[in-house]
């Protein structure tokens, strides 16, 4: 029971604290860097995080329900993975643009384009994540079994 409620108060403290932190990225024009936009990404896959287990660890403690059936089952299991997809891409594309640009930067200009080169990189990462959440979501679960 006291488990519980202290996840219950952290939920509830993470989704105002990351709520609060985009609203301040948002509406201060001074904040609209890429370095914040990478933060304000993190604070929704922080969200998308503590959303997906939470609210069941929260029903599994304090109102003693221990099942879940197979459908909400599946569907906590993508938005987990889809999180992880989501703060991987953030991450990635920030390394990848700087990684260009500096590339471009000592190569020079005619030997490779730093726009194309990030361009790609993206394309890739986001057909590499749509690829593997999908796999992710059709493959049965045995987690997901309602015994």
Known sequence: MVVGVVI????????LA??????FIIFDRKLHKPMYLLICNLAVVDIVYTSSASPTMIGVLL???KTISYVPCLIQMFVFHWGGVMEMIGVVLTLEARHGLMIGAILGP???NPLVYCLRTKEIKWLQSIKENLAASQSPRKQCTSD
């Open 110 to 112: 005619s030997l490779l």
């Open 63 to 65: 109102a003693g329900v």
């Open 18 to 23: 990351n709520a609060v932190n985009i609203l």
């Open 8 to 15: 219950l108060i952290t939920y509830v403290l993470t989704l």
